[in-house]
T-cell receptor
């Protein structure tokens, strides 16, 4: 089944403890992206990647890192999480890196709580 | 910077009522416009998109949206809603001179009463 998967789905952690949220897609998509969703703010783009080894900042990149070593994986890294990073995180992918009109396919979301 | 606004935070309708959800964006150049929907417990999925051609676009499940360039708007419509349309709806914009990033609106929660 074509899908975007994220792990873990739920995570409670403490301030300063490094964590990684994984994202994987099996559709051979070039474009991948991370968003956070907060009440009243909608989805805000954190980072995106147009292809392997190509990443760029979205609107809210502070406090996050990403890497794209393989086409299928796009992990989100929080080196030193803080409570203001408590949010619902979505990974998404779309077929072509340069095509701005592509449909994005979203993962199920990861609910992160930082105490 | 690009921004997207959605007029209503929460809309409550009875079944068979008509729906219009507002979406306005701030960028004046060439834009690609999307409506995504998030049904309870499900992934976000695309309802429809506009990037060129006929400004009235039709999507899945009887939804349509009209791009009005002079008003910087991309409102979503459905003539007769069903209980199964209860969901959160997000408008999203990509402005072609701003790179490959996307800006989403804050979302509108639609509750349809049976």
């Amino acid at each position: 089944e074509a899908q975007v998967t994220q792990n873990p789905r739920y995570l409670i952690t403490v301030t300063g403890k490094k964590l990684t949220v994984t994202c994987s897609q099996n559709m051979n998509h070039e474009y991948m992206s991370w968003y956070r969703q907060d009440p009243g703010l909608g989805l805000r783009q954190i980072y995106y990647s147009m292809n392997v080894e190509v990443t760029d900042k979205g609107d809210v990149p502070e406090g996050y890192k990403v890497s794209r070593k393989e086409k299928r994986n796009f992990p989100l890294i929080l080196e030193s999480p803080s409570p203001n990073q408590t949010s619902l995180y979505f990974c998404a992918s779309s077929p072509q890196g340069q095509a701005l009109t592509d449909t994005q396919y979203f993962g199920p979301g990861t609910r992160l709580t930082v105490l | 910077a690009q921004s997207v606004s959605q007029h209503n935070h929460h809309v409550i309708l009875s079944e068979a009522a008509s729906l219009e959800l507002g979406c306005n964006y701030s960028y004046g150049g060439t834009v690609n416009l999307f409506w995504y929907v998030q049904y309870p417990g499900q992934h976000l999925q695309l309802l429809l998109k506009y990037f060129s051609g006929d400004p009235l676009v039709k999507g899945i499940k009887g939804f349509e949206a009209e791009f009005i360039k002079s008003k910087f708007s991309f409102n979503l419509r459905k003539p007769s809603v069903q209980w199964s349309d209860t969901a959160e709806y997000f408008c999203a914009v990509n402005a072609e001179n701003y790179g490959q990033n996307f800006v989403f609106g804050p979302g509108t929660r639609l509750s349809v009463l049976p």
